[in-house]
């Protein structure tokens, strides 16, 4: 938000780096703690996406 203009917030893009990092470490050890296959789970994800918009026109 801060990147977009929304919040202020110094050196914002400089801090956006390691935000996302932050939040994809996060998300892997979530995943390896319940077991859950992320690629297998991204994949699903994309694919149901792709079908989504291939059957919308």
Same mark, same amino acid.
């Given at each position: 938000?801060?990147?977009?203009?929304?919040?202020?917030?110094?050196?914002?893009?400089?801090?956006?780096?390691?935000? %996302? *990092? !932050?939040?994809?470490?996060?998300? &892997?050890? %979530? *995943? !390896?703690?319940?077991?859950?296959? &992320?690629?297998?789970?991204?994949?699903?994800?994309?694919?149901?996406?792709?079908?989504?918009?291939?059957?919308?026109?």
């Amino acid at each position: 938000m801060a990147v977009d203009g929304r919040r202020e917030i110094d050196g914002a893009r400089e801090k956006l780096g390691h935000e %996302l *990092a !932050d939040c994809l470490w996060s998300v &892997l050890v %979530l *995943a !390896d703690r319940y077991g859950v296959d &992320l690629p297998a789970e991204f994949t699903a994800m994309t694919d149901g996406i792709e079908r989504h918009l291939t059957n919308r026109g």
